[in-house]
Nanobody
């Protein structure tokens, strides 16, 4: 099982980024997918959630209207599109695959929002 995030980087406030999480080794469409973020010294914050078929999505209040989660089950990939980024969005972003008691994590990708 492998989850590999990509797409992080340095962006100015107000800018945009699209994160990707490529999955392998399990039946991707059977798992809900989540994006979390974490800053040093704090716990992981759930940012967005999408159901296995993609029909249900939920967001943290702090990112509603700015972040969009979507998935391509043919490509075994989940995305997080982020617009109007703010300095407080700076964090390491992780994807998680979850189904019942089973979950898998990626290694994370750094997003830094700074001028």
């Amino acid at each position: 099982v492998q989850l590999v995030e990509s797409g992080g980087g340095l962006v100015q406030p107000g800018g945009s980024l699209k994160l990707s999480c490529a999955a392998s080794g399990f039946t991707f469409s059977s798992y809900a997918m989540r994006w979390y973020r974490q800053v040093p010294g704090k716990g992981r914050e759930l940012v967005a959630h999408i159901s296995g078929a993609g029909g249900s999505r939920n967001y943290a209040d702090s990112v509603k209207g700015r972040f969009t989660i979507y998935r391509d089950n043919d490509k075994n990939t989940v995305y997080l599109e982020m617009i109007n980024l703010k300095p407080e969005d700076t964090a390491v972003y992780y994807c998680e695959a979850v189904r019942g008691l089973f979950d898998y994590w990626g290694q994370g990708t750094q997003v830094t929002v700074s001028s």
